[in-house]
């Protein structure tokens, strides 16, 4: 299974970007897809997380200002974030909580990573 992510970029405060992030491979069903984010010195965070069920949960920080959904027919995620803030600047690996098809063993499976820089 893997995941590509896209979207990242320089952006000014106060702008906004669309980070994708699509699932392939040998996927029976994937359960939750989320956003993860890491800033220099920083530990990996959860950002956002959508089920299988269209629930939601963000970073108490976003709320209001991101919003994650679901394509479920292309196994891909978004995340659109409004209102960026120079604390936002991380790098975004998305992830998916994955039944793998033939073994239907549960796996988390993480994309490559795309910066997100917000310039104040």
């Known amino acids: 299974v893997q995941l590509q992510a896209s979207g990242g970029g320089l952006v000014q405060a106060g702008g906004s970007l669309r980070l994708s992030c699509a699932a392939s491979g040998s996927i029976f069903r994937i359960n939750a897809m989320g956003w993860y984010r890491q800033a220099p010195g920083n530990q990996r965070e959860l950002v956002a997380v959508?089920?299988?069920?269209?629930?939601?949960n963000y970073l108490d920080s976003v709320k209001g200002r991101f919003t994650i959904s679901r394509d479920y027919d292309k196994n891909a995620v978004y995340l659109q974030m409004n209102s960026l803030k120079p604390e936002d600047t991380a790098v975004y690996y998305c992830?998916?909580?994955?039944?793998?098809?033939?073994?239907?063993?549960?796996?988390?499976?993480w994309g490559q990573g795309t910066l997100v820089t917000v310039s104040s």
């Open positions: 959508i089920g299988s069920d269209s629930s939601t």
């Open positions: 992830t998916a909580r994955v039944v793998v098809q033939f073994s239907y063993a549960r796996d988390d499976f």
